[in-house]
């Protein structure tokens, strides 16, 4: 018998030279990303639009054509799911569904959609990726995006949450950066945005919350540094709510009219800016008790009924200077209302409007 053994050696070391040279990702398993794309009409790879989630890889685009599809979508993957052409999720026949459900790190982009009828529009509870929700509304649930105890830096951006029981966002004790930018909020049962109890630095900008049932953002009890501006609040309780928080707040070009106050905050430690503002509101411009950070309040102007600003039992400086502040109440009305205060006040070019008393120390 003829020896192939010296024959088999040399193919093997061929085979090892040639994958030495081959350039990095060519020699292993990796695989190019793909895009999978979903018609309900039997005219595109998938049906549904979960089977084409669950056959694609990280990395991998699910693209879903127009049409309404009836399901609950589950995304364990680091997709993108994207409608170019606005495809609706309709939850109608689902008993306390979820419109989408992003899961454990996916670090998911679901961008493009119209989600109805759900309880959730979008789920990621307890989540730790760094996902996106773009260009998507979300109509009639009981909240728009609900993303309790997530630990990554989410975006929701060019979205869109209306007629909710509950609040728009529900991000309760998160710790990740995240950030709401370029998105409305209307009549929502709730807040905008409850995140109350969490930590992170976060960014709210360009955001409208118009008609909800109670705050446009409650931030109590967070220890976060946050960036509030471009933003306007209508027809609500409180613009900006943080009683008990410990970070520093910048807040900028907000707008606050129609609603019962601008801003409220008690027994919080951080130092505040508030500038480029405008608070019209039927009660109380700021309402601040028992603070300790120090405060700052420039170019902004204050139409209120009782009072401009309340300021009992503060702790710190305050400097308040080229703003105007107008109460319009004929009894108990009061500019601004500073008694009790343990450090200086500094007002510099401030015009105080009131039929009763313009400063209360």
Do not use: C
Not at 79 to 107: M, Q
Not at 136 to 143: F, L, P, Q, S
């Amino acid at each position: 018998m003829r020896n192939t053994r010296p024959r088999l050696t040399a193919l093997l070391l061929s085979i090892l030279l040639t994958l030495a040279v081959m350039p990095a990702g060519v020699a292993g398993t990796q695989t190019a990303a793909e895009t999978v794309t979903v018609d309900k009409s039997g005219s595109a790879d998938y049906r549904s639009i979960q089977a084409a989630v669950d056959a694609a890889d990280s990395g991998d685009t699910v693209e879903v054509r127009p049409g309404i599809y009836r399901e609950e979508i589950r995304i364990n993957e680091s997709i993108t799911l994207v409608a170019p052409d606005r495809a609706i999720l309709d939850g109608s026949r689902f008993v306390n569904g979820t419109g989408v459900t992003l899961a454990g790190t996916a670090e998911a982009n679901v961008t493009g959609f119209t989600v109805r009828n759900y309880r959730f529009g979008l789920a990621a509870n307890g989540t730790s990726g760094d996902w996106t929700v773009t260009e998507t509304t979300v109509i009639a649930a009981d909240v728009g995006v609900y993303a309790p105890n997530t630990t990554g830096d989410w975006t929701i951006e060019d979205a869109a949450v209306a007629s909710t029981t509950y609040s728009g966002v529900f991000a309760r004790g998160t710790s990740g950066d995240w950030t709401i930018r370029d998105t409305r909020f209307v009549d929502v049962g709730g807040d905008g945005a409850d995140v109350r109890g969490s930590t992170g630095d976060w960014t709210v900008e360009a955001v409208v919350v118009d008609r909800s049932g109670a705050d446009g953002v409650d931030a109590s009890s967070t220890t976060g540094d946050w960036t509030v501006q471009n933003t306007e609040v209508r027809r609500s309780d409180t613009g900006v709510k943080a009683i008990n928080s410990e970070g520093n707040w910048t807040v900028t070009d907000l707008t606050v009219t129609q609603s019962d106050t601008g801003l409220v905050t008690a027994f919080s430690t951080g130092a505040w800016t508030l500038e480029d503002t405008t608070l019209e509101t039927r009660d109380i411009g700021v309402f601040t008790a028992r603070t300790t950070g120090v405060w700052t309040i420039q170019n902004t102007t204050i139409e209120s009924r009782q009072q401009g600003i309340h300021a009992i039992k503060t702790n710190a400086s305050w400097t308040v200077s080229e703003s105007t502040i107008s109460v319009t109440a004929a009894k108990n009305a009061i500019g601004v209302d500073a008694r009790s205060a343990t450090e200086g006040w500094s007002l510099t070019d401030v015009t105080i409007e009131s039929p009763g008393t313009e400063v209360a120390e």
